[in-house]
């Protein structure tokens, strides 16, 4: 029962010893948070930062005449590419101007 409960000290010096706390002890208290913390970079953060570079360098590499898929599900082949917006054509003479950011893959020529 020790373990879940700590034992009485009487006052003196031995009381003293066991009441002072260490430098290392602190340390010990802040390992498991280190711990968390680092188990948390590298399941949680380390992958989003990834999947983010990685579609920001796709939406920077959308040229004219390929056929993009949106976030939205819609399919086209980009006809206009601008700083901010592409324009897609999704059906003949029907065109959409969308944010570069909404494009989710580029498809492979000729899937349309």
Not at 71 to 100: C, H, P
Request: hydrophobic letters at 45%; zero cysteines; proline letters at 3%.
């Amino acid at each position: 029962m020790s373990f879940f409960i700590s034992d009485a000290m009487a006052e003196g010096e031995a009381a003293v010893g066991a009441a002072g706390s260490s430098g290392a002890e602190s340390f010990m208290g802040l390992i498991p948070l280190v711990v968390v913390f680092i188990i948390f970079y590298f399941l949680l953060m380390r992958p989003q930062i990834k999947r983010a570079k990685e579609h920001k360098k796709l939406t920077e590499s959308v040229n004219k005449g390929d056929e993009v898929s949106t976030s939205g599900g819609i399919l086209g082949k980009v006809v206009d590419v601008n700083d901010n917006f592409v324009t897609m054509e999704i059906a003949d003479n029907v065109k959409v101007k969308v944010q570069r950011q909404s494009i989710a893959t580029l498809l492979p020529k000729g899937t349309i």
